[in-house]
């Protein structure tokens, strides 16, 4: 995790992030998030907050992530889900709580919280545990020796172009990246968790997508994301919504962080992480490849479809209860949200895009 930050200064924010990541996955989206007393900061750009971002520090903290998604799914049957709260289902169908812990180095804790069971991912310098209640079940994987975990990074700053080797002249490129699609701006007056933040805005430049607009909040002080938002075309509220509801910047105690599986716990610690592919995976699969660009394009490929006759399997059960479609490109299922689209076809082909359905037909086809 050390060497990962050292090298990539973009994510020395993600540890925080990477609950906010994890649990916007999936949840379903609560109406607003209950709203703070305005604050007033000095005016930021686009570009002096991107440089914010890539030169913030990890900081350790201890705080509580809700998630929430208003993308119109259909309500699945109860007890599909098997009660796990981070199965795709369930984290589709539902409202989502997680608490957090970060040590500031390598240590975290992120325990997501259901109506009837609990799933934590806890890692620190000798590994990584995943606690699911709901099937008692913990996989652990230990860290190998000299892993990025302890050893330094090498120095690589030298070797990127000289745009490249500052926070400053990385937020310029991105910006340059950007402009042609997306109208970036920002906002000073916002509160999240009780923290004062900057708000920066990317709405799309056209009308090909379902995106209307994203929104991060970014910690004034600390300037980790404290919120994201991602609002549907047209929309007042948005679609997903996930961010911190309480947030306390020290170091959690080290116990937090020790993991020891229950009695009666099933664990598996696989013996090597990296395992070869199979020769053979399924006939013509083929990589995914893009179609289009920017916000509205699609992306396209081929999964291999296996019968399932020894148990039910609640994904194609779900799937049954999607609307049936067909065209010149064939037949199959469609999830159409409010954020994006996508179809599995009957012979296995999908496509899946922030657009409507008729791009991805054409995509197909």
């Known amino acids: 995790m050390n060497a990962s930050l050292r090298r990539h200064p973009m994510l020395r924010w993600a540890a925080p992030g990477a609950a906010l990541a994890l649990v916007v996955a999936g949840s379903q989206v609560a109406a607003h998030w209950p709203a703070d007393a305005a604050t007033s900061l000095p005016p930021r750009t686009a570009a002096q ?15 509580t992530v809700t998630a929430t998604m208003a993308l119109g799914l259909p309500q699945l049957p109860e007890g599909m889900a098997g009660g796990d709260p981070t199965s795709p289902l369930q984290l589709l169908s539902g409202s989502h709580t997680a608490k957090v812990w970060y040590d500031g180095k390598v240590s975290s804790r992120i325990a997501v919280l259901g109506d009837s069971a609990e799933t934590d991912l806890i890692t620190n310098a000798r590994g990584l545990w995943l606690w699911k209640s709901a099937d008692q079940s913990v996989l652990h994987l230990a860290a190998p020796r000299g892993s990025a975990l302890t050893q330094p990074a090498p120095a690589t700053g030298a070797s990127l172009p000289a745009q490249l080797s500052s926070p400053s002249g990385v937020s310029q490129w991105i910006l340059q990246l950007l402009n042609p699609t997306t109208k970036v701006t920002t906002t000073s007056n916002d509160r999240v968790a009780g923290r004062a933040a900057y708000e920066l805005v990317l709405t799309p430049r056209t009308a090909g997508t379902k995106i209307g607009s994203v929104r991060i909040a970014v910690d004034a002080r600390h300037h980790i994301p404290l919120r994201a938002e991602v609002f549907a075309r047209g929309a007042d509220k948005p679609a997903i919504n996930v961010g911190f509801t309480s947030l306390r910047f020290h170091t959690p105690p080290a116990s937090r962080f020790d993991f020891t599986p229950p009695p009666g716990a099933k664990v598996t610690t696989p013996k090597s992480q990296m395992r070869a592919a199979p020769a053979h995976q399924g006939p013509n699969i083929s990589a995914p490849r893009v179609v289009g660009s920017a916000w509205s394009s699609v992306l396209v490929g081929q999964v291999a479809l296996k019968p399932t006759a020894n148990r039910a399997d609640s994904l194609q059960a779900a799937l049954r209860l999607l609307p049936k479609v067909s065209g010149s490109w064939g037949s199959g299922h469609l999830l159409d949200t409010a954020l994006f689209s996508a ?11 922030a657009v409507q359905p008729s791009k991805l037909y054409a995509a197909l086809g």
């Open 49 to 63: 907050l991107l440089t914010d971002l890539q030169r913030a520090q990890p900081v350790a903290l201890s705080g």
């Open 343 to 353: 179809v599995l076809t009957d012979d296995g082909h999908f496509a899946v895009g």
